[in-house]
């Protein structure tokens, strides 16, 4: 058990909650910051795997898949509060309506 | 034990102590204007500190220069935060605090 | 597996010409309209070179930035790719022309269609040639984003809120994909998906990263239980992007778990093969029925994508008989059927709705001779979504039959004729307004002969194809490990 | 030295813990957007140690970035995100 | 003394994965929405803490300057424009009261259900994890045999901007993506503009040329140590953000063209790099051995020149007003 795995199951933990957050939350803003806090949590899986290998020095590939996912989540997210801020002014809430039919 | 390590575990350690007397600070003070205080001086000269006790084992001058650049840009931000915060908060009218 | 003819420069401009359209359209907006057609015409010819090479010399890949597999990033055309590339030439060009017209007046909202829908071409395109599992992840995102905003061009209260829903249900799907790359990589210290075929083995990381990349993607897929954000974004969205939304962007990730499956997966379990068919099955008949309850027009045609989606998860199960290879065809030629048939479909919808200025099914009698055309080229699409020949979803539908029968799963075929009756019923539905006489003309005029005829031809494209089913089966077969994939035989 | 310095930072990430309760409890937003700023300096300070006690020099660059960067949440919460008084006690009630 | 420095090491990282658990269960579960922003930008913080223990000091260049800081500003805006929103919704109709993001949960039997389905999920993704071999080297190898054909001699710039220049390039597409979709939504939202005051605006005014010299040292640090064109990207849109907030009108003197050029120079210039090396008969973005640094570094500066703009105008959420006479 040691650091890198402690990092990866915490990245795990982060995960779950954003999930658990996710599915509970109903306002819009709470939900892109649940996707904010599961992408950290999926990137720090990825960043602490990475930290396993030998001699000190951590695989340059996944950092650099980190940096990318970490550019994409941002656009995602100012995309998603945009569009949130869109559907307040067209719903006059910033939550999605029941869904009338499955 | 080296003199220069010696000075800068004395640097740290000072520098320690004036965070915990700014995280003290924040959370015993009554209102903003006290916390802005205690936030902005301690926890600066805190830092102030801390960056001389390393600055003494750095390697080279100009990694000396950059841990003064960042005292000094972290000096810069907390003052205008400071000052933008307080002056804020008079605005929207929080009482500060007097000893009744 | 063919020879493996390195570096087709061709790989290379399918994906980058719509993308330097994308750009070009968003720096000089008012050229648009000259530059499009080049792009469009571009795009298309490279895709048809690209499937001329695959089909004569077997598999091309290019490697990017000239480094080998496990450093750098492969792209990798095969039989499979090059039928997803045909399919996504056709219906593209298709809606590219339609959509010239159908913004000609909106110029504001035509300003921001050309970059998107150029960007949603090339990340259909680099999905389909990518070789490297985390930029499929990159693609998936650019793909899901450009879609979204598509949605959200539509500007009315319930496509944002569609957009919205489709939003979350893209991230969270890319999210769960992206834990699924992070356990393999972490596992096997690979992206590439040759060198992972040749690696995995059943272990408790691999298993849980198949399980992760599968919910994924099944989420994006819109399959069953996890479709209920596909009906109100399809339908609530612009015409030509309600085309390409059901045609080719639903197809993107059905795409990627057949790939996926075939080639990384560890050995296959016979459970989710089974669960994935019978979610396939339930989606058929409950895509079906809610078709037949809508009222509206759009909303029907995208209940009916849902369930033309259970048919192709049909494939999973039937792949485990001997006759694999059959059960894959026939799940490529529904999505190349289904995709123009519905692109012809939500075209002629939407010819109808601007034509009629609705789209409530009960008083579209009023209005069908304003637009006869289109109703044509829904009847003729209609055809192929019920599978009677010569159409291509006869061909899909024959093939899995077959492959039902030969593989001793008789049960499978209940479902596919079912589907079949079900898809007459709400079609049929339809195209009885047509023959109830209660209406006089009614509309504006605002439908020109190129959408019209962009719907006809496309449904009649739908109808035609069946009869080059023999050179597009040798097409798919060039490449893809289809016949591998027997039951028992390791990857 | 390593292990001193790790032990310093260790004590500033407490301090930094602690400083989160003024977030929860915090009466006025104010308060919250300090403790927030409290967590920039202290960051810095941390990030100052590891470079020494990691051996990585490297890391001073990331913490002149936590230092260039500590300005933009204050400002943005200042100039935008601080509600005019009236809202702002009955939310915190 | 090699025993204490692991203690330390492990009591430093046992307690800020605790920080981090305790402060991401704070931004989900409080409240009051504004309390959950300020704990998002303490949880960038300390994730950046995260990754300098992760050995990886770029990754944690670009959490600091994306994650805690942009991200910070974009939500504290959003925030801002939500309150605004609801403020005329409720003109419209001052009918049940606003909620200001109070957390609305379903019933109790409900989250049950999600608790113990998220609960399943994190314990069969642990046990995945748990199953990994403890030492792996992944492409650590392959990696550092390449780098001094890359060009760079920072691994991971060579990874970003050469051995996988693909990927980089499609994140490109997708930032380039972010801002036409955000522009084909809305006009920016208008702000209240209120003068900045002496002490704000020669704040911004000292800073910001030292933020554009970070920026510039970033970039060229990242070829050989950590930063590179995202980094210095985001420090730039820093730079930009504090000029909109400090009341700059941004849009009245930065001429609507030249803004579109710049938002596209990024994926231009990779592109047309990578098309020009196939015409010299290289496969795609394949550098020719001698000039591998400088095309790197080229493409590098219009990256940081377009992400910079690209977030900034991600800040500004809409199309600038100018754009509408068109």
Redesign the interface.
Known sequence: MNAAMLYALTGAGLFALGLYALAVQAHLLRKIIAFNVMGSGAFLVLGALAHRAPDQVADPVPHAMVITGIVVAVSATAFALVLMLRVQSETGQPHLPEQPSD | MMLSQMITIVLLLAGAAFFLAGTLGLLRFPDVYTRLHALTKADNVGLGLVAAGLAIQAETWAAMGKMALIWLLVLLASATGAHLVARGALRRGIPPWTAR | MGTLSP?S?WT?WVI?SP??G??FT??W?RRARLAVPLVALGTVGSVACLVWQVAELGVQS??????AA????NLYADGLSAMMLLTTALVGAAVTFYATEYFRRASE?AR?FW??WL?LW??LN?LFLSW?I??LY??F??LG??A??LV??AG??DA??G???Y??VS??GS?TY??G???F???Y???DIGLLGDLTAP???S???T?LMVAGLLLKTALFPLH?WLPPAHAAAPTPVSAILSALVVKASFYLLLRLWLEVFPVTAAGLGHLLGLLGALAIVWGSL?AL?QTRLKLLVAYSTVAQLGYLFLAFPLALSPVAATAWSASVFFILSHALAKAAMFLAAGNILRFAGHDRIAELGRAPYGVSLSWAAFGVAGISIIGLPPSVGFAAKWLQLEAALAGGQWWWTLPIVGGGLLATAYVFKIISCVFSQNGRTSGTNGISWRMEWTAFGLSLAALGIGFAAPQLLALLNSGTPLALHEVGSAP | MTAFYLGLASFLLLNLAAGMWRILRGPSEADRMLAAQLFGTTAVAILLLLAEAMGQPALRDVSLVFALLAAVTVVAFVRRAWRPATEEHSNDA | MDGAVNAAAWAFDALLVLTLLWLAWRVLMGPDLFKSIVFFIAFGLVMALAWVRLRAPDVALAEAAIGAGLTGALFLAALSRLAAGERIANAKRPVENSDTGKSTRPHRGVRMVFIAMSALFFGGLAAALLSLPAEAPGLTIQVAENLSTSGVSNPVTAVLLNFRGYDTLLEMGVLFLAVVAAWSLTPAPKEPVSPPGIVLASFVRVLSPMLLLAAGYLLWAGTHAPGGAFQAGSVLAAAAVLLLLSGKDMKANWPEWPLRVVLGLGLGVFIAIGLVMMLIGHRFLEYPLDYAGDLILLIEVAATLSIGVTLAALFLGGRPQRDERK
Do not use: K
């Open positions: 570096d420069p290379i980058f993308l330097a994308a750009v968003f720096l907006p290019h490697a990017l930035g000239g480094w496990p450093l750098g990033i909202t921001y970059p998107l960007c090339t990340a680099a490297d985390f930029n990159v693609a995102e650019l984003l450009a979204i905003a959200a061009l009315s209260a944002l809120t957009a919205m829903r939003l979350l991230l969270l999210l992206l834990l790359v992070a356990l990589y972490s596992t210290g690979t992206l272990s408790a990381a298993w849980a990263a399980g209920f809610q309850r």
